[in-house]
């Protein structure tokens, strides 16, 4: 695993929110996240009998849509660095997706060989990983030719009112949410990681470089959250 003292920290959190990540999910996104992962893996594309990746899977929402979207014959790995995560998953899954295989990793070295899979998705680990570059060159390095995966996360919106808002919501509803469940240090780390976060237009470009030959960002929730969709070349 490529370790640094800020992906030991990134790991160091993951695994400390673990039992209360998908509660306070689902509290500060209004329960909207499950409309937006459905979205993901929507985009992602997967067909009966794939073999899908979820990287970064954090508690299996986005594996456990791949498994009913690829089926009893299909496959889904998830992958994680966090352990505590990884086992929140399981227990989740528990027998109802035989085909999902949760696997501790890396998401800038993913444990799998070169293009293994035929859709991927990702979501809220993008903005976490100390290389963005690199880690969207492991993700078109294990997909197929034609294989599409599709990246969600928070982003910074265009519209100056929408920014206001984004604002208010992470001070006002994501800071005291989180102090409810004593982890507001832990989550004030989101406001931060957005502004760096790059644009969508950046996302783009930097799909590209990684060598996909299809890139496109869709805005959604007033530009709040996007999803990047990008295929490698056939």
Request: glycine share 8%; aromatic share 10%; with cysteine.
């Amino acid at each position: 695993m490529v370790k640094t003292p800020q992906a030991d920290a990134v790991q160091a959190l993951f695994n400390r929110i673990a039992p209360v990540y998908d509660d306070l999910n689902h509290q500060l996104s209004w329960g909207l996240h499950r409309v937006w992962k459905k979205m993901a893996v929507k985009w992602a594309a997967p067909q009966r009998g794939d073999r899908a990746l979820d990287l970064c899977c954090g508690s299996g929402d986005l594996a456990f849509l791949l498994a009913e979207a690829v089926g009893p014959q299909g496959e889904v790995i998830g992958v994680d660095f966090s352990v505590a995560q990884l086992a929140v998953a399981a227990n989740r899954g528990g027998d109802l997706y035989p085909q999902i295989t949760w696997q501790e990793g890396d998401a800038l070295a993913i444990p799998a060989p070169d293009a293994y899979f035929d859709c991927a998705t990702l979501a809220y680990g993008l903005r976490n990983v100390t290389d963005i570059p690199r880690c969207l060159g492991e993700l078109h390095r294990v997909l197929k030719p034609g294989g599409r995966v599709a990246i969600l996360d928070f982003h910074r919106p265009q519209n100056p009112w929408i920014q206001q808002f984004q604002t208010w919501y992470l001070d006002q509803v994501v800071l005291p949410t989180a102090t409810q469940f004593d982890l507001k240090a832990d989550y004030a780390y989101i406001a931060p990681s957005v502004e760096r976060f790059p644009t969508g237009a950046e996302q783009i470009h930097l799909a590209q470089g990684a060598g996909f030959c299809q890139a496109v960002h869709y805005p959604i929730f007033g530009g709040m959250m996007g999803v990047l969709v990008a295929q490698a070349a056939a």
